[in-house]
């Protein structure tokens, strides 16, 4: 099985729609085509009839069950299509949960890896492409499939019984060749494809990058250069798209020469009985290039919904197993940790201990690389070597969210989440503490109708403080939460956490701070040493 069917068949089963709804949509569909089949059939059919034995007694039956064809063909597509369309709206709310739990897992290195302003929009769009797996892959597939083998069963048992059935091995044998020559074709289909995704997406770099110096490069008069070289990506774009379109054109000619082959089958052995099953035969075996044409688009489909699926596997992270709860000591440890960032090493053979209820201030040059031990500490970011534990429990092995309600975090510019303050403190968490008083506690007076765009800085640091401490966690992680409070703001958020009995680890260069602190930890040059108080 190729990569690319195998990534196909992932995510169907990814998926998983309801029972009921799949089976409905795929007898809507495999009814849908029959009737349009028999339509086309029977109209001719009835022709050839009526030729035969003129009079309308003699044709009435099937003219009924033209008549009754032509009247459900258009509610049984339209039924199809209903069907498909909810089918695909489950897969694809299904896929979005996997995407928003599957990014939500990403550390602060996968962050910045795939740092991008549209990403999750682009992730989406993603996903809503997805959705042709069932409307336009899937379905079309299964129905046709059915169809056909509908056909083959009638025509082997079309009187004289017996004599079609050769003829009816035969065409069965001619479809599953064109399914499996449609099939073969995906793999190259693909790698013509990503090839030329890879060369638009070149091309579209390059007119980014052009776009800043083309006004300079213009001034010297070295317009030539720009025209050279984005002359140079639409040769390789349009290369790549030609190369595409002739692996397409080879695809098509599948449909046509399945339905001449069996033509040619028929006329080879022309079974003796009557014109009327031989015009039958002859149809079902033309309607054939229509269903393996159905089979082919299928397959483009599957194309474009292979590379989506690739895009979206490549932000997949492992798989966590965390599930030990919080312990009952809750004592940091750090235990020869080193952190690398950008390849650049930070943190180098780091050890020490901060025990419950104690005060820690971390302190060191700007760029030192605090904020990413603090991040490090709070299980947002990986170590690249070492290990840090609560109570002897590794971070990683803690529940997500036990972890997150027992070790808070304040980021030194706080994230916060749009909308009324009040709201956004608790975010769906179950508070311990009252959060209306604490920001009272901190000087701010706010009520329902508080939002976060009309907070200062100074405010929404405040805020950010409350909001770690609304679950009465046991240990509190800031990173320089006072930088743009005065005095007075100061001194309050130090005696709010103070009033919580957590263990507090503050980095900060406030020199009120450090004094409040019980214990210090320089980082400087990569090394984390304690200095003595």
């Given at each position: 099985?190729?990569?690319?069917?195998?990534?196909?068949?992932?995510?169907?089963?990814?998926?998983?729609?309801?029972?009921?709804?799949?089976?409905?949509?795929?007898?809507?569909?495999?009814?849908?085509?029959?009737?349009?089949?028999?339509?086309?059939?029977?109209?001719?059919?009835?022709?050839?009839?009526?030729?035969?034995?003129?009079?309308?007694?003699?044709?009435?039956?099937?003219?009924?069950?033209?008549?009754?064809?032509?009247?459900?063909?258009?509610?049984?597509?339209?039924?199809?299509?209903?069907?498909?369309?909810?089918?695909?709206?489950?897969?694809?709310?299904?896929?979005?949960?996997?995407?928003?739990?599957?990014?939500?897992?990403?550390?602060?290195?996968?962050?910045?890896?795939?740092?991008?302003?549209?990403?999750?929009?682009?992730?989406?769009?993603?996903?809503?492409?997805?959705?042709?797996?069932?409307?336009?892959?899937?379905?079309?597939?299964?129905?046709?499939?059915?169809?056909?083998?509908?056909?083959?069963?009638?025509?082997?048992?079309?009187?004289?019984?017996?004599?079609?059935?050769?003829?009816?091995?035969?065409?069965?044998?001619?479809?599953?060749?064109?399914?499996?020559?449609?099939?073969?074709?995906?793999?190259?289909?693909?790698?013509?494809?990503?090839?030329?995704?890879?060369?638009?997406?070149?091309?579209?770099?390059?007119?980014?990058e052009l776009s800043g110096v083309t006004p300079e490069l213009s001034l010297l008069g070295h317009e030539d250069f720009v025209v050279?070289?984005?002359?140079?990506?639409?040769?390789?774009?349009?290369?790549?798209?030609?190369?595409?379109?002739?692996?397409?054109?080879?695809?098509?000619?599948?449909?046509?020469?399945?339905?001449?082959?069996?033509?040619?089958?028929?006329?080879?052995?022309?079974?003796?009985?009557?014109?009327?099953?031989?015009?039958?035969?002859?149809?079902?075996?033309?309607?054939?290039?229509?269903?393996?044409?159905?089979?082919?688009?299928?397959?483009?489909?599957?194309?474009?919904?292979?590379?989506?699926?690739?895009?979206?596997?490549?932000?997949?992270?492992?798989?966590?197993?965390?599930?030990?709860?919080?312990?009952?000591?809750?004592?940091?440890?750090?235990?020869?940790?080193?952190?690398?960032?950008?390849?650049?090493?930070?943190?180098?053979?780091?050890?020490?201990?901060?025990?419950?209820?104690?005060?820690?201030?971390?302190?060191?040059?700007?760029?030192?690389?605090?904020?990413?031990?603090?991040?490090?500490?709070?299980?947002?970011?990986?170590?690249?070597?070492?290990?840090?534990?609560?109570?002897?429990?590794?971070?990683?092995?803690?529940?997500?969210?036990?972890?997150?309600?027992?070790?808070?975090?304040?980021?030194?510019?706080?994230?916060?989440?749009?909308?009324?303050?009040?709201?956004?403190?608790?975010?769906?968490?179950?508070?311990?503490?009252?959060?209306?008083?604490?920001?009272?506690?901190?000087?701010?007076?706010?009520?329902?109708?508080?939002?976060?765009?009309?907070?200062?800085?100074?405010?929404?640091?405040?805020?950010?403080?409350?909001?770690?401490?609304?679950?009465?966690?046991?240990?509190?992680?800031?990173?320089?939460?006072?930088?743009?409070?005065?005095?007075?703001?100061?001194?309050?958020?130090?005696?709010?956490?103070?009033?919580?009995?957590?263990?507090?680890?503050?980095?900060?260069?406030?020199?009120?701070?450090?004094?409040?602190?019980?214990?210090?930890?320089?980082?400087?040059?990569?090394?984390?040493?304690?200095?003595?108080?």
């Amino acid at each position: 099985m190729s990569t690319d069917i195998a990534r196909i068949v992932r995510w169907l089963k990814r998926a998983r729609p309801p029972r009921a709804q799949l089976v409905r949509a795929m007898m809507a569909g495999t009814v849908a085509s029959i009737t349009n089949t028999g339509l086309v059939i029977g109209a001719v059919a009835l022709l050839v009839e009526s030729a035969h034995r003129p009079g309308l007694r003699a044709v009435a039956g099937v003219l009924i069950v033209i008549e009754l064809l032509a009247f459900l063909r258009s509610p049984l597509r339209f039924l199809e299509r209903l069907s498909a369309h909810r089918l695909g709206f489950s897969a694809v709310t299904r896929w979005r949960r996997w995407l928003i739990a599957t990014i939500g897992r990403w550390d602060y290195s996968r962050w910045r890896e795939h740092a991008a302003g549209d990403l999750l929009e682009r992730s989406l769009r993603d996903t809503d492409e997805l959705q042709d797996l069932w409307l336009r892959f899937a379905l079309p597939i299964l129905t046709t499939s059915l169809t056909l083998l509908a056909g083959d069963i009638v025509l082997a048992l079309l009187p004289p019984r017996g004599h079609w059935l050769l003829f009816a091995l035969t065409m069965l044998i001619v479809q599953v060749l064109a399914y499996a020559a449609l099939f073969a074709n995906l793999r190259t289909l693909s790698r013509r494809d990503q090839e030329l995704r890879t060369e638009r997406g070149a091309y579209l770099a390059t007119l980014v990058e052009l776009s800043g110096v083309t006004p300079e490069l213009s001034l010297l008069g070295h317009e030539d250069f720009v025209v050279e070289r984005l002359n140079e990506k639409r040769v390789r774009v349009g290369r790549c798209e030609e190369l595409l379109q002739r692996v397409r054109r080879r695809s098509n000619v599948v449909p046509l020469a399945g339905a001449a082959l069996t033509l040619g089958a028929l006329a080879a052995m022309h079974p003796h009985t009557s014109p009327l099953w031989t015009v039958v035969a002859a149809l079902l075996a033309i309607s054939n290039a229509e269903s393996l044409g159905v089979v082919r688009a299928s397959i483009d489909t599957a194309v474009a919904v292979s590379a989506a699926a690739s895009r979206l596997e490549e932000m997949q992270s492992a798989e966590f197993s965390a599930s030990q709860g919080w312990p009952v000591d809750s004592t940091f440890v750090a235990e020869h940790v080193t952190l690398n960032e950008d390849g650049t090493t930070l943190v180098e053979d780091a050890n020490f201990a901060i025990f419950p209820g104690r005060r820690t201030a971390v302190i060191g040059p700007s760029g030192s690389g605090k904020s990413t031990l603090l991040r490090a500490m709070c299980g947002l970011d990986r170590v690249t070597s070492g290990r840090l534990s609560v109570g002897g429990v590794d971070i990683a092995a803690i529940d997500e969210k036990v972890l997150r309600d027992e070790l808070a975090y304040v980021a030194s510019e706080p994230g916060l989440t749009r909308g009324y303050a009040t709201d956004v403190i608790h975010l769906g968490r179950s508070g311990a503490r009252d959060a209306a008083l604490d920001l009272g506690d901190l000087g701010l007076v706010t009520d329902e109708t508080t939002r976060w765009e009309e907070l200062s800085r100074g405010e929404r640091q405040r805020v950010a403080v409350v909001r770690a401490l609304v679950t009465s966690p046991s240990i509190v992680i800031l990173d320089e939460p006072t930088s743009g409070l005065g005095l007075s703001e100061t001194e309050l958020v130090l005696s709010l956490l103070e009033s919580t009995n957590a263990t507090v680890v503050i980095a900060t260069h406030d020199p009120r701070v450090i004094a409040w602190c019980d214990d210090v930890l320089e980082l400087d040059e990569r090394r984390l040493r304690p200095l003595n108080r």
